[in-house]
């Protein structure tokens, strides 16, 4: 499907057309499982969220006619945004379980326990992002662009009408300001 038919099934979904809220779902459903399945691969091992389940619930959450997506990039972008807010939710869930989440207290002697997997904690990204969010807002939309849309340093300079340049410029701040963030976060 181009990109215009795309626009189209929008405009008609918003206008209240839920047989184009349909077909937009099939028209996107291949390219958002794709950007899922990329999220998820990034997720620590063990990860319970598929990306089916995860395309369906960020799906569930845009609503057609509250949203006035513009175009195909915007929609992406507020697919992006349901999809982080979906795996931090996730990640709480799996955090307050591992925490006990009211189960009873039992001691862990003699048990051997695996070593902690590494991988991307959502939650921190997040924290991180959310506070990128208040002091640089334009760069947080970027990297939520780039890192949960999955898109191309071009597609993401068009969504937010700033330059290719630009947005090169922005992603290398963002990202070295990400990272210290999170790896100070973590040594504290």
Do not use: C
């Not at 795309?6 to 099939?26: F, I, K, M, N």
């Not at 695996?114 to 947080?140: F, M």
């Not at 701040?173 to 963030?181: D, G, N, P, S, T």
């Amino acid at each position: 499907m181009i990109p215009g038919d795309v626009t189209l099934l929008l405009q008609a979904a918003g206008s209240g057309d839920r047989g184009a809220y349909s077909r937009l779902y099939e028209a996107v459903y291949a390219e958002l499982r794709r950007v899922a399945g990329a999220q998820l691969r990034r997720e620590s091992p063990g990860h319970t969220l598929q990306p089916t389940a995860l395309v369906n619930e960020a799906y569930l959450r845009l609503t057609p006619g509250a949203a006035g997506w513009q175009n195909r990039r915007h929609f992406f972008g507020a697919a992006a945004e349901a999809m982080r807010r979906i795996l931090v939710d996730h990640a709480r869930q799996r955090q307050a379980q591992k925490r006990g989440a009211g189960a009873e207290r039992v001691t862990l002697s003699g048990i051997d326990l695996p070593a902690a997997t590494s991988g991307i904690d959502v939650l921190q990204i997040d924290e991180a992002l959310t506070q990128l969010g208040v002091e640089k807002p334009r760069l947080a939309q970027l990297v939520t662009l780039r890192y949960f849309a999955g898109m191309s340093i071009e597609e993401a300079a068009g969504a937010l009408e700033i330059s290719p340049a630009t947005a090169k410029r922005d992603w290398v701040f963002a990202r070295a300001w990400l990272q210290e963030r999170i790896e100070s976060r973590q040594e504290t």
